[in-house]
């Protein structure tokens, strides 16, 4: 175990992964952007019907449809969450195994995602409870000062909001470790990643704004280049007739126009999306890597 990591390799991490392995970070983009696309075809299916005038009738199938769709899609939820933890535990078992061949794209369904998913819930549970018990203690701190002073109230209002999302970004760094090093480890690693944590919050915190300050300026880039290439395809040229829709599904675009809206989400939006949750997870894996044992090398000796 080192003292401590370097931020700069820590970042270079998801570079590298994405160099190394570009086909496998296309297919994680591909299987979580494919499943929501199939669930929004399905919602939007079911909605088609609906009609827009306020003094029409809904066909008598319609609310039958919708109770079926309820049930089905709280049962894609719950595999649209299984995905994503086999998602999630292969971004961070490549950037352990960096430049090693992978016959299934670092994708696993065992005990290591089991793992993963009682930490992932643990960690929300507790970061819920702590955000749910700090927002009535503000809430009831401010509505006690309100009485007295509405100006005064709003200030500490603001400054207990700005308060609980430092709060909430330093308690994501202190418990960043936890995650990667279960998986690391092949155990629940509670304990060993909260100890690594300690005396490193900091520098953890650091690596954590770096990575959304890079994810916001992609997201921006990226939202930019979506929006100016909608619109060059015509996707929004359907919006000027919208008035003269009777239902839901005459909103929509022509199927020719859906068709390359889909393929251009499948194609290169899969990959941008791949890259995007490799930039999430690979620098927290690297830095536990990092400090449970050495900065690794490319193609080394792993135990994942």
Known sequence: MVETFS?????????????????????????????????????????????????????PQLMGQFIAMQGVSMLLNLEQLVLGVMVWAATMRATFRIGRPERYFFLRAGMDE???????????????????????VAAVLSALIWQFSQTAALMVGGVLFLAMIAGVA????????????????????????????????WRLFGLLVSTWLIYMLVYFVLAFGVIVTLFFSGAFAGLAD???????????????????????????????????????????????????????????????
Not at 114 to 136: D, E, K
């Open 242 to 304: 919208a008035q003269d829709a009777t239902t839901f599904g005459e909103l929509f675009p022509s199927p020719t126009v859906l068709g390359g809206v889909a393929a251009f989400i499948l194609l290169p939006g899969s990959f941008v999306y791949g890259a995007v949750i490799t930039l999430l997870n690979a620098p927290f894996a690297a830095a536990c890597r990092e400090l449970l044992d050495g900065a690794p090398q490319d193609a080394d000796r792993t135990i994942v």
């Open 114 to 136: 089991v793992r993963l998913a009682v930490v992932g819930l643990a960690l929300f549970a507790g970061a819920y409870a702590a955000v749910i018990a700090f927002v009535i």
């Open 170 to 201: 330093l308690a994501m760094a202190r418990v960043s470790m936890i995650a990667p090093a279960t998986l690391l480890l092949r155990r629940f690693a509670f304990r060993e990643g909260w100890a690594l944590g300690k005396r490193r919050v």
């Open 7 to 59: 931020i700069i390799d820590a970042l270079r991490a998801p570079l590298r992964v994405i160099r190394r392995h570009p086909l496998t970070v296309f297919v994680w983009g591909l299987l979580i952007v494919g499943f929501v696309m199939a669930m929004m075809l399905m919602v939007f299916g079911a909605l088609a019907d609906i009609p827009l005038s306020p003094n029409a009738e809904p066909p």
